[in-house]
Structures are given as structure tokens and as C-alpha cells.
Nanobody, 115 residues
Framework: QVQLVESGGGLVQPGGSLRLSCAAS????????MGWYRQAPGKQREFVAQ???????DYTDSVKGRFTISRDNSKSTVYLQMNSLKPEDTAVYYC?????????WGQGTQVTVSS
């Protein structure tokens, strides 16, 4: 098991940028997947992006070209750079890890895109 703590959320105007961080409580070299989900009010939690230990990445279609996920194993941290933010990106963003059949979640960080 690993504890995850997200940070970097906040209020931003449409077209703005934010960078989310997710710090793990231990070394993540053995963790296969790290990534992000989000949940908007009244909606189900949805996949946003993930990166594997080997460096491959995957994104949901609605964020391709705007969001970039990266991983720094030396800091046990995964990042989500979010550019060109839209009001529909407003949600609580959750970090997750997945490895050997186990999944861990962070507590979430609020992102609000509004003028």
C-alpha cells in the first residue's frame, strides 16, 4: 500500500494553467501505473491520464493536447500539467497508483475553472 497526497488545485480562469502534484509515501520504482481521475459534481469519476513505469502515457480524449502527465521516480511524485483549461475541467482530481492488482487513491484536490 502507498499513501498519496495531491496538491496544486485551485481556482483558475478559462484558458489558464495549473500543475497538480501527487506525492507518494514511499519509493515508487516498483509501481507500474500512476495517474489521475476526476469527478465533477453529479457525475461519475472518470479517467484522465496515466503513465507507466516504462514511460508510456495515455489520456482521455477530452484532455489530449492540453494536459501532460509526467512522473519523477526520484521524488516519488506524479504530475499533471493542465493548460488551456475549460469550465468543463472543473472537478475534484484524484491521484491513483496501480500495481500487482492493488490500487491506491489520494484524497483529491479541487480544480475550479471559472471567470
Amino acid at each position: 500500500q502507498v499513501q498519496l497526497v495531491e496538491s496544486g488545485g485551485g481556482l483558475v480562469q478559462p484558458g489558464g494553467s495549473l500543475r497538480l502534484s501527487c506525492a507518494a509515501s514511499r519509493n515508487v520504482n516498483d509501481i507500474y501505473i500512476m495517474g489521475w481521475y476526476r469527478q465533477a459534481p453529479g457525475k461519475q469519476r472518470e479517467f484522465v491520464a496515466q503513465t507507466t513505469r516504462g514511460g508510456s502515457t495515455d489520456y482521455t480524449d477530452s484532455v489530449k493536447g492540453r494536459f501532460t502527465i509526467s512522473r519523477d521516480n526520484s521524488k516519488s511524485t506524479v504530475y499533471l500539467q493542465m493548460n488551456s483549461l475549460k469550465p468543463e475541467d472543473t472537478a475534484v482530481y484524484y491521484c491513483f497508483t496501480s500495481s500487482s492488482g492493488f490500487r491506491s487513491w489520494g484524497q483529491g484536490t479541487q480544480v475550479t475553472v471559472s471567470s
